[in-house]
């Protein structure tokens, strides 16, 4: 009895801006919009490129979260020129270029459309920069933080172009952004046409103001900045705007000297988020854990080695397995206390497995950094601590 | 137009929205495409530009486009470096189009104070960031018709995706 009202005595306490009742042994006061426990602190870890404000990113704590729908306070980030400040009542799209009738949407206009949610994972064209070049970061938020899972709800872009009628000699679509840069990204028309999304919801609320609020274009299974944030505008053309963001950024640098351009789909790839980088654990059990996703579909295996490679074995994965979307794998593993390099590798449906840091150099070089997907190995020292290889 | 029929509502309802007019499109419309559709008209040279830059662009980028730490990035250098293992990627040795460049500056920079600047200006600064990396003389006059015939040193170094390139064996 004694220990119980100390507990709730300390659950009420903690809450800050919550009256504590003396003598009472109920908890505390609800929350008209909800906070996590006091002692929950897992963050993201935020790399401001410039003395600017408003060039970097935001990287999720992969290593602390289970399942595999990212918090949407936790989601990753990557910004060119800030997060802007976006009232939903005055925010327009307009849709122009060679369409039949050019249209000015308000979000009033575009929630009116039959909305449609699904779950999908989210990944930066840049994740895992510098691992192609050898330079590793010291654990899986730093690595391989630029990607998330949510589920986007929002309007499927192409039943609200039946509104505007593309003519048949659009072959693109320039999606910008209403943020100070006013980014800019060429689609072509297949994918517009196919699964691209007007999202207005993530995890089931509105999109946050660094996530576009209060409309952003999803491509699912695409590299994130092909999402347009804060998306104001939509161009249909018969050529690709070679903005400096699909030319100068987020192309491939081959070893011949040629880069690949409009490289806009996530290849498959997984990896160890427990125990990775910067951990430190015990001999004995442990549930080796991780996510897998591909942008071509559905993941179909992940295996996992605990010998450095030598041998592989399959990995349990979480049901249902949904297309364009993060899966959650699991391998149970008895730790000897003797060094031992764990990782992993998944296969999808189109049958490509992904492949070794050193069979990806083989072909790519080490020049570009983007769209880097192989396997990602850690080192379980005799100590316990876990270290990038 | 909404019918007021049930089911029908909704559907005929969908296509709402309202025109968008020939002004706004204008006012909006800031592409600029690689065969120069999309430039405004208007006019620069790069030593007209040099003042603009220095005023403008040099707090950033340096006085000759050297950057600056912090990730101010560098306007020059690079060319020839490409298929290097030590590859630098800048405007001169990097961005296929000199339309990308204006584009670029007229939507983006100065980064803090981005669309700042009126059209001849932005011609005249794009001109200058060219002839930094050697690319235009400095009386040369970039205007709507000629901008698009700059022949940048990375033109043809673009190939589409080649992926599925890499091959796991198992």
Not at chain 1, 85 to 112: F, Q, Y
Not at chain 1, 177 to 190: N, Y
Not at chain 1, 221 to 232: A, I, P, Y
């Amino acid at each position: 009895m004694k220990n119980r009202r100390r507990f709730l005595a300390f659950g009420a306490g903690v809450l800050a801006g919550c009256k504590k009742a003396p003598d009472s042994e109920s908890g505390a006061h609800m929350r008209v919009y909800g906070e996590r426990a006091p002692g929950e602190t897992s963050a993201r870890w935020i790399l401001e490129l410039s003395a600017s404000p408003g060039t970097g990113s935001s990287r999720t704590p992969l290593a602390d979260l289970y399942g595999t729908i990212t918090p949407t306070s936790l989601h990753y980030e990557r910004h060119h020129s800030g997060v802007p400040a976006i009232e939903a009542s005055k925010h327009e799209l307009v849709i122009h270029g060679l369409v039949e009738k050019p249209l000015v949407l308000t979000m009033e206009d575009i929630r009116k459309f039959p909305s449609f949610s699904r779950t999908y994972f989210m990944e930066c064209g840049g994740n895992t920069m510098g691992e192609q070049r050898g330079n590793t970061q010291p654990d899986v938020q730093r690595s391989h933080g630029l990607l998330s899972g949510a589920e986007w709800t929002g309007v499927p872009l192409r039943e609200v172009l039946k509104a505007v009628g593309v003519k048949p000699e659009a072959k693109w679509m320039i999606a910008e952004g209403a943020d100070a840069g006013r980014m800019a990204r060429s689609i072509p028309i297949e994918k517009v046409m196919d699964d691209a999304l007007l999202a207005y919801g993530q995890n089931g609320e509105a999109l946050r103001p660094e996530q576009g609020y209060p409309l952003r274009l999803f491509l699912p299974g695409w590299e994130g900045n092909t999402c347009v944030k804060w998306l104001h505008r939509l161009q249909f053309a018969d050529a690709p705007a070679y903005s400096a963001k699909e030319t100068a950024y987020y192309t491939e640098l081959g070893k011949d000297g040629k880069a690949q351009i409009f490289t806009f789909v996530m290849e498959a790839r997984s990896v160890i988020t427990r125990p990775s980088g910067l951990q430190k654990i015990a001999p004995g059990f442990h549930e080796i854990t991780g996510l897998a996703w591909t942008g071509k579909g559905r993941i179909t295996q992940v295996e996992v080695s605990v010998d450095g490679g030598k041998t592989w074995a399959e990995a349990e994965l979480q049901q249902p397995v949904l297309p364009l979307a993060l899966v959650r794998f699991r391998y149970p593993w008895t730790w000897d206390g003797k060094e031992a390099v764990i990782q992993s590798r998944c296969t999808d449906e189109t049958g490509f497995l992904q492949p070794t840091h050193e069979e990806l150099v083989e072909v790519r070089g080490s020049n570009s950094g983007y769209h880097y997907n192989a396997i990602k190995p850690w080192r379980v020292g005799a100590d316990g601590m876990v270290t990038h290889v | 137009m909404c019918k007021l029929v049930g089911f029908l509502v909704a559907v005929s309802c969908f296509g709402q929205g309202r025109p968008a007019s020939a002004e706004l499109i204008q006012k909006l419309d800031i592409t600029v495409f690689a065969d120069g559709r999309g430039l405004p008209v208007g006019k620069g040279t790069a030593a007209a530009g040099r003042a603009i830059y220095k005023s403008k662009c040099a707090v950033c980028h340096n006085d000759n486009g050297e950057g600056r730490e912090k990730q101010y990035p560098a306007l020059i250098g690079g060319i020839g470096t490409l298929a290097t293992e030590r590859s630098v990627k800048r405007v001169g040795s990097f961005w296929p189009y000199a339309t990308t460049v204006f584009d670029y500056i007229r939507r983006s920079m100065p980064f803090d104070h981005p669309r700042t600047m009126g059209v001849d200006e932005v011609y005249a600064v794009t001109a200058f960031v060219l002839h930094l990396n050697g690319l235009v003389a400095e009386g040369m006059e970039l205007n709507e018709k000629n901008l698009a015939a700059v022949k940048m040193p990375n033109r043809d170094g673009f190939v589409p995706d080649q992926r599925p390139d890499v091959k796991a064996r198992r």
